[in-house]
């Protein structure tokens, strides 16, 4: 199922959109569900003009027990999930394979890398995750690798899933202590993980080779490291890094 919507679209209306779709009479079977919010009228990007949805809004969705695919799209919004809404989303659609969140504007995000973990842990169907995940924390990173690694991540069954998996991560900022903490995680965690994407970009210093890099410059290479060290990890396998 597809739903557009245009024009501007309040949170209040978009509940009731999902709401409606949570309640159709297919809504135990239907496997796949793209919605997209354009919000025409929002031509500013001032942060108290955008469609600010909080978990709530995508509540009623969780009926949907068997979807394989939820795509959603917005052209000037900010999705407010966080780990609690990421392991409700699991819980509901143990089935998903693929999950996408899209926002034009760039947003820092709430959900943390213990939320992609108990995503994986739940959905073991799981091949494709975009997101904006939050900056990465030192102090949790060093609780969910000790967790990790002791077996006590969570209750029941391990993360193990063999899919292979992509995982976009959006614009997270990283510290570079923590670079081969995350890659340790998402190895132990997340064995099938062929690509990691982030939307950081290198920016070449043509002559000025001699000024300090930039912040942007700098995630980029803190990134990529990310998947340098999954890679070395594995012997050289071919996991991608974009």
Request: net charge positive; with cysteine.
């Amino acid at each position: 199922m597809t739903v557009q919507g245009g024009t501007t679209v309040t949170p209040a209306e978009f509940t009731t959109l999902t709401t409606t779709i949570g309640s159709i009479p297919s809504h135990a079977t239907l496997e796949r569900l793209a919605l997209t919010i354009t919000n025409f009228t929002r031509i500013t990007f001032e942060l108290d003009t955008l469609l600010t949805l909080p978990p709530s809004a995508f509540k009623p969705l969780y009926a949907l027990s068997r979807l394989r695919n939820f795509e959603f799209q917005c052209t000037h919004g900010v999705v407010l999930l966080d780990d609690v809404a990421f392991t409700q989303m699991a819980r509901a659609w143990p089935d998903l394979e693929d999950l996408s969140l899209k926002c034009r504007r760039p947003h820092v995000g709430r959900v943390t890398l213990a939320g992609v973990l108990e995503l994986a842990r739940r959905c073991r169907s799981l091949k494709s995750v975009r997101i904006a995940l939050a900056d990465v924390d030192h102090g949790q990173c060093a609780s969910l690798l000790a967790r990790l690694k002791s077996g006590s991540l969570s209750a029941g069954a391990p993360v193990t899933s063999q899919h292979a998996i992509t995982l976009d991560v959006g614009r997270p900022s990283i510290g570079e202590e923590d670079v081969s903490t995350v890659a340790e995680i998402l190895t132990r965690a997340i064995p099938g993980l062929t690509a990691l994407r982030h939307h950081w970009s290198y920016v070449s210093r043509g002559s000025n080779r001699n000024r300090p890099p930039s912040h942007e410059e700098m995630m980029t290479h803190r990134w990529d490291a990310v998947m340098r060290c999954i890679v070395a990890a594995r012997g050289g396998g071919l996991p991608s890094v974009y």
